[in-house]
């Protein structure tokens, strides 16, 4: 019996530090992301860090090419095309709520690099977002009336969808608390 201990005790000692490893990591904020269709294509999941919120994004099932990805005003996505989501989320802007492109030569808060889709259909993002914050403020994901993340057609003046201007907003999801 005491020879069995001798292995017991130090795996236990082990639990502590992996759960206080894991409840760091743990995202803060949490969006599914669905196509026009409703199916869900992705996710993308948030976290806080001192250089700001970190931002990873995973999808399937898009087109091939490169995508602009943004965070909207709103957490709304209505299908199919996704205009429920508001402009892009700016919590700077003193002059109301600016249209794309719009923000006096400054990048928005919400601005995302764009997304690369693979041959597959797969794509993977990882970003921070320095000024952008899960708490209560203004500046935060989770803010009264909610953001959501939307994917884009394309990028640059193309479109990766046939039909659909670059601009189009093909894929969305309500960002929340995780």
């Known amino acids: 019996m005491l020879h069995q ?29 669905k196509n026009a269709k409703g199916e869900v294509i992705g996710t993308a999941t948030f976290a806080p860090t001192p250089q700001g919120l970190k931002v990873n994004v995973q999808v399937k099932g898009l087109n091939p090419g490169v995508h602009m990805i943004h965070l909207h005003e709103f957490g709304k996505c209505e299908p199919p095309s996704f205009m429920s989501a508001g402009k892009h989320f700016d919590p700077e802007s003193s002059h109301g709520k600016p249209k794309h492109g719009e923000h006096g030569g400054r990048k928005p808060a919400g601005d995302l ?21 899960v708490g209560s403020d203004n ?30 907003r093909i894929a969305c999801g309500v960002v929340t608390r995780s």
């Open 113 to 133: 690099p764009n997304l690369q889709v693979q041959k597959d259909g797969t794509g993977k993002l990882e970003a921070i977002l320095p000024k952008l914050t």
């Open 139 to 168: 500046f935060s994901v989770l803010k009264q009336g909610g953001t959501a993340i939307v994917i884009h057609a394309g990028a640059d003046g193309k479109s990766n969808v046939p039909g659909l201007d670059y601009k189009a």
């Open 5 to 33: 201990l001798k292995f017991i005790v130090p795996l236990l000692a082990t639990i502590p530090v992996a759960l206080s490893v894991s409840a760091v990591t743990k995202p803060a904020a949490i969006a599914q992301i």
